[in-house]
């Protein structure tokens, strides 16, 4: 067991409302993918529909969420969900993760981007199952919403997977706000992003159970203090355990990769290593 396994267990106490996005009564708004209502708000209490739309798309979400996770544990696929600013490093980390991990654990991929099978092509030297979500011709959201994750379910073979990374749409903020069911949600933070941002966007780091600062290898380059990121983490989720990783010279995968394992065993019940078969 990794030493801070245990923390990742812990469910937290809820994010302050301040914290909240999408569910609170900021003007951004979104087509939420899947089930969006494209129809302009009649004129007059403007103000008050949307967010009767809002909470109501939200709920729809949610409930999109559990039915996932309910065919993910009846199949007991573990599930995460990588999360971050656009060019972290989401992509490059899921390339050095299945470059380690083929032969030893059936991965299946998500890929969420706004445009472009870029991140499929990518990925597909290794030979495991990617689906493409793009979010384009959806209203071009900044997130994967579970009604699009569900659409993609259906186009794996659950019962050849033990576990499932999705890679969310590359942002910061929205994300973190959206249940698809997943077991894990998983911030990466990468070195040249400053070390500020979990404070300046800290709902990310208040849902995630797991943080990657990613492209430690860079770190000789940079003036970057990476023990005040993670401190900066720690401000916003004190629980969760920080992984400093590089995905170009591999320093800190196997950490990742035994958190990884670590989870899914937890989730298949597995009491040694992964069956011969897998
Ligand atoms: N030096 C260094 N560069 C990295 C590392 N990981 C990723 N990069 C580079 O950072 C850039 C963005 O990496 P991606 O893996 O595409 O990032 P991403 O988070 O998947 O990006 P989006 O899918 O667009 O959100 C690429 O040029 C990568 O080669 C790393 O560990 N070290
Ligand atoms: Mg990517």
Redesign the pocket.
């Known amino acids: 067991m990794m030493p801070n396994d245990r923390a990742t267990l812990l469910p937290p106490a809820p994010p302050p409302a301040s914290l909240r996005h999408h569910r609170g009564r900021g003007p951004h708004e979104h087509n939420d993918a899947g089930f969006s209502d494209p129809r302009p708000l009649p004129s007059g209490g403007a103000r008050t529909t949307s967010v009767e739309v809002r909470t109501n798309l939200l709920a729809a979400n949610d409930r999109y969420a559990e039915v996932i996770r309910a065919r993910l544990r009846e199949h007991g696929v573990f599930t995460a969900n990588l999360m971050?600013?656009?060019?972290?490093?989401?992509?490059?980390?899921l390339e050095a993760t299945l470059a380690r991990l083929s032969g030893k654990l059936r991965v299946g991929i998500i890929e969420g981007?706004i445009e472009t099978t870029a991140?499929t092509d990518r990925l597909a030297p290794y030979g495991v199952p990617v689906v493409q979500i793009n979010t384009g011709p959806f209203g071009g959201d900044c997130h994967l919403a579970a009604p699009l994750v569900a659409g993609a379910l259906d186009k794996l073979d659950l019962g050849a997977l033990d576990a499932l990374i999705v890679?969310n749409?590359?942002n910061l903020v929205c994300p973190a706000e959206f249940d698809i069911g997943e077991d894990r949600k998983v911030v990466?933070l990468?070195v040249t992003e400053g070390e500020d941002k979990p404070l300046k966007y800290p709902l990310m780091f208040h849902e995630a159970r797991l943080a990657l600062v990613?492209?430690?290898?860079?770190l000789p380059y940079l003036d970057v203090d990476l023990d005040l990121i993670r401190a900066n983490i720690a401000r916003i989720n004190p629980q969760i355990p920080v992984f400093p990783?590089?995905?170009?010279?591999g320093e800190g995968l196997d950490v990742w990769l035994d958190w990884l394992l670590q989870e899914v065993r937890t989730k298949r019940g597995w009491h040694t290593d992964p069956p011969p078969s897998a």
């Open positions: 971050s600013s656009p060019g972290a490093g989401k992509t490059a980390l981007d991140d890679e749409v590359g990466l990468s990613t492209k430690i290898d860079l990783v590089s995905a170009r010279n």
